[in-house]
């Protein structure tokens, strides 16, 4: 993609995010070839965990590459019950990045597919969630959504949460006029060494030593 402005190339810190599309990954050659982090799909709703997060959990652990877990978000299911789902199947572990809301509508669920609460409904959804993950963790999480999501439940209002934003087509500057960002997926047909198939590609928003010292600060202990 021929991006406007700053591309994600200009970025000295780029990641992954992973999932049960994504099987047999070599995760110390990924690492070799930039991967700096990975965010791990870990449960959806109240009662479905990926099956390929306890495998790729560990194998990102034991190739020293900064790790997270995510959760997609259902609006079928409590907030507190997801969290605790979440809770359940995401271990504490020492130096995890923090835990991440993934909100964007789900037209594809053979379960909740058409449930879209109002935008005020769905703020206060997420708060819930948010609070009690960030209380057993320790750590504030991140909140992942889509251009589309973002707009429609006024998400602008999270102030000082950190936010990983989807827009493949446009920077974030465009697709989220004024919104503060910490990481950007840009691409879901990434090729990466190590990882047979497209995975998603990921910027961290700035320097190495910027990257470092969030890591530390953000990081689980």
């Not at 970025?11 to 791990?40: K, S």
């Not at 959990?57 to 997801?82: I, L, N």
């Not at 961290?204 to 910027?210: E, T, V």
């Amino acid at each position: 993609m021929d991006f406007n402005g700053r591309t994600p190339q200009s970025f000295p810190v780029h990641g992954i995010d992973v999932a049960r599309f994504q099987n047999n990954i070599d995760w110390n050659t990924a690492r070799r070839n930039g991967v700096n982090f990975a965010f791990i799909k870990a449960t959806e709703g109240g009662d479905l965990k990926d099956i390929n997060f306890d495998t790729h959990w560990q194998g990102a652990g034991q190739a020293a590459v900064k790790r997270g877990a995510y959760h997609f978000y259902y609006f079928c299911t409590s907030p507190e019950d997801q969290a605790r789902w979440f809770i359940r199947n995401v271990p504490r572990t020492p130096g995890m990045l923090p835990p991440v809301l993934d909100m964007e509508w789900n037209p594809f669920s053979p379960t909740c597919a058409h449930i879209r609460p109002p935008a005020s409904e769905v703020r206060d959804q997420m708060r819930r969630w948010l609070a009690v993950v960030e209380r057993h963790y320790g750590q504030r999480p991140v909140i992942y959504t889509t251009p589309k999501f973002y707009r429609e439940n006024g998400l602008s209002g999270f102030n000082g949460y950190d936010f990983w934003l989807r827009t493949t087509a446009k920077t974030p500057a465009e697709a989220y006029p004024g919104q503060t960002w910490r990481f950007w997926q840009y691409s879901a047909t990434g090729i990466v060494p190590g990882i047979g198939g497209d995975v998603d590609l990921n910027a961290f928003s700035g320097s190495s030593a910027q990257w470092q010292n969030w890591v530390a600060t953000r990081a689980a202990r």
